[in-house]
């Protein structure tokens, strides 16, 4: 499997499906690389990625050590309270913000301001972590007394469907939750971004005009 390949078969897709809806800007494809080795996680480098995701604190702190320095390390899945510590200070992005407790320990241990996504659970499913979209806007307002959080955006994970439709509108009621956000202008949640999309559905997501997709199987594989 050669990653320069598969990155450039997805930027094209990115470019189809962006101009089909008149979106003007392609989302940053974040190299998904927990299921791959360090070797190859250096292969989407070469080829040019340099945002990469993580969900287990030891491959993030390994994949972040071993990689180029100009790297932007994204955490993208779901963290321990107790855990905080260990690898907040190491990411520039963390993607799944769903609970105050966890705000409150991120503002402890931060060094610095950290750009965290709050996790929606759009489609309301009990087997998904999130914050559930009509509580959103009480979240974020809890969220004002963290001065080292920084609310960037949104994020959601679709369900493994093959309704197509369905998942579109599920992005859709994030983006426009994104909006009503984006509109209040809070200094400390300026909610611009979208982090949505993964290998099997990233191309919905560009569609309703995602920031970030977040792809591992389908650009560098799995190999462990």
Do not use: W
């Not at 995701?53 to 994204?74: F, S, T, W, Y």
């Not at 087997?127 to 963290?146: A, C, M, P, R, Y």
């Amino acid at each position: 499997m050669n990653v320069q390949q598969n990155l450039e078969q997805i930027n094209e897709e990115l470019k189809v499906h962006c101009k089909k809806e008149h979106v003007s800007t392609l989302p940053n494809v974040i190299a998904v690389t927990k299921y791959v080795t360090i070797d190859r996680a250096n292969d989407a480098y070469y080829a040019g990625i340099r945002h990469f995701g993580e969900n287990r604190i030891e491959g993030c702190l390994q994949k972040k050590q071993a990689l180029p320095n100009d790297i932007v390390m994204h955490f993208i899945g779901s963290l321990q309270t107790r855990k905080v510590k260990e690898v907040i200070n190491d990411i520039d992005y963390f993607h799944a913000l769903d609970r105050l407790k966890l705000a409150k320990e991120i503002n402890k241990r931060a060094e610095h301001k950290i750009k965290c996504f709050v996790q929606v659970n759009v489609s309301g499913e009990s087997s998904k972590q999130g914050v559930s979209l009509e509580d959103v806007n009480t979240f974020i307002e809890n969220l004002e007394q963290f001065e080292k959080i920084e609310v960037v955006g949104l994020m959601t994970m679709a369900p493994l469907t093959e309704d197509e439709p369905y998942i579109k509108s599920l992005f859709q009621a994030l983006r426009l939750k994104r909006d009503e956000i984006k509109a209040l202008n809070l200094n400390y949640a300026p909610c611009k971004e979208l982090s949505m999309g993964m290998s099997n559905d990233f191309h919905i997501a560009a569609e309703e005009g995602a920031s970030f997709v977040r792809i591992g199987t389908k650009l560098v594989g799995k190999e462990e």
